[in-house]
């Protein structure tokens, strides 16, 4: 099973670029959530969706968009990039109705210089 | 705002010995919480959950407690072995809001 995928698993951006960074699952999941991970610091919420179609805003979304087309995928896009964007990004899925674990992609590091 | 903290950074057990890795949240709405598991170079993994209505769960040599009235969540790993050294995180829900602790490291001294 391929679970959550994400890619690219590491990224250098200069500063100003934009990217997106790719999230796919395949488990038919309705919650699909952003994460950044950043040292000393727990994984911080940046978007998420409840269904296609339907996304909203965590806890630090700030520099970041969303989309969600399909139920599979979910990409972040970085609009312009900034050094304070470096960090670790996961990508999570779950079931949504009754709430239970989330599976979390192997990660993407991105540096921005 | 809200914030999920574990007391302490890093845990160092012997082979064999039990662990235990406490959590606090702030939120007396959450209703939902998770241990996750995460090895260097990887995403964290589910270990155990544990919903509001109950005060323990167990597992496969783990054990997570939860305490409302303080707000405090445990989780015990019995007879902890060299595959158990990773960082773990707790997590706790409020509808669709998800915060994560810093984490714990746990080393296993063989």
Known sequence: NAGVTQTPKFQVLKTGQSMTLQCAQDMNHEYMSWYRQDPGMGLRLIHYSVGAGITDQGEVPNGYNVSRSTTEDFP??????????????????SYYRGWTEAFFGQGTRLTVV | GESVGLHLPTLSVQEGDNSIINCAYSNSASDYFI????????????????????DKRQGQRVTVLLNKTVKHLSLQIAATQPG????????????????????TRLTVKP
Request: aromatic residues 14%; hydrophobic residues 40%.
């Open chain 2, 84 to 103: 158990d050294s990773a960082v773990y995180f707790c997590a706790a829900k409020n509808n669709n809001d998800m915060r994560f602790g810093a984490g």
């Open chain 1, 76 to 93: 972040l896009r970085l609009l312009s990039a900034a050094p304070s964007q470096t960090s670790v990004y996961f990508c999570a899925s």
């Open chain 2, 35 to 54: 241990w996750y598991k995460q090895e260097s170079g990887k995403g964290p993994q589910f270990i155990i959950d544990i919903r509001s209505n109950m």
